[in-house]
């Protein structure tokens, strides 16, 4: 899901202008020579700019979630359930606990998915089988977003961040009125159309942000808190492996570990644990499609 990065790209330049526009609305007189609009979206993206700063900025994550998968085939409605816990260490360390429940909440599924900064280990206790894979390869890969929209969308920025510094300081460096059109072609992502609303759930008043991709393939919806400026919800429709899906993520709990144990990001096998060549895939609908 490579539009998480790219989006998490273009939020980021957008925070390095927010300062100077801050600044500019305190200094007086005005510049003689008129400065670039800043399109109404950009503006309204506070809460979501905020949001994302504030994750990205941090070396140590880990973040607990529940998801709700559903898709259509014919004559039926398939959905899954499943609790994720994540541990990431900036920028490419990750171990990931994956539970799929039934309705009765009875245990139906684990996986496992641990990497150390250059491999990937996915685990599938049922079957009692692993695969190994390049960081890269998993990053590339539909598991990726098995470890939840928001980890996923935190560990492809790290990367694409790291892989592309050049790039991404002369992004920065665009001029507001320039800045959205560059990443809906170069992104995919059409930030000038996003809609951006007001939501309460359960008591809780939310910053919504509907975001489609300029092709239409796809849509993100972020739920975002304006008081703790986190993102407590994330929605996500389009494709998983060739199939419509609809993903939601409801965040349980975001912290800040201050000690991470070394043997998290270290795989160790059970004895009769088979090996296989493919890498394993994390699907809740195979035994149902």
């Known amino acids: ?48 700019v905020q949001a994302t700063s504030r994750l990205l900025g941090q070396q140590n994550y880990q973040i607990e979630s529940e998801i709700e998968l559903s898709t259509v085939v014919p004559d039926s409605l398939l959905s899954a359930q499943a609790q994720i816990e994540t541990v990431i260490a900036a920028p490419n360390k990750v171990s990931t606990r994956i539970t799929f429940f039934n309705q009765e909440r009875a245990l139906e599924q684990q996986y496992q998915i641990v990497g150390n900064g250059t491999q990937v280990w996915i685990y599938d206790r049922q079957e009692n089988q692993y695969s190994v894979s390049e960081y890269p390869q998993f990053l590339e890969s539909t598991d990726s977003l098995s470890v939840g929209i928001l980890a996923n969308f935190y560990l492809q920025t790290l990367n694409t961040v790291n892989n592309n510094r050049i790039a991404s300081r002369a992004v920065a460096k665009l001029p507001p009125d320039r800045l959205v059109s560059y990443f809906q072609r170069f992104a995919n992502v059409d930030l000038q159309n996003m809609v951006i609303r007001n939501e309460q759930i359960e008591g809780q008043t939310y910053a919504v942000y509907d975001i489609d991709a300029v092709d239409r393939s796809y849509e993100v919806t972020a739920y975002v808190s304006p008081q703790l400026a986190n993102i407590e919800r994330a929605d996500l429709v389009g494709q998983l492996d060739g199939i419509e899906i609809l993903m939601l993520e409801q965040i349980i709990s975001q912290t800040i570990p201050t000690a991470i144990a070394p043997e998290t990001f270290n795989f160790v096998p059970p004895e009769d644990a088979e090996q296989v060549e493919s890498p394993i895939k994390i699907n809740p609908f195979s035994g149902e499609l």
Not at 5 to 32: E, K, R, W
Request: proline share 17%; hydrophobic share 55%.
């Open 1 to 48: 899901m490579k539009f998480l990065f790219s989006l998490a790209l273009s939020v980021a330049c957008l925070h390095n202008i927010g300062l100077p526009l801050a600044l500019a609305q305190t200094d007086t007189p005005a510049p003689a020579t008129p400065q670039p609009a800043i399109p109404l979206p950009l503006l309204q993206a506070a809460p979501l």
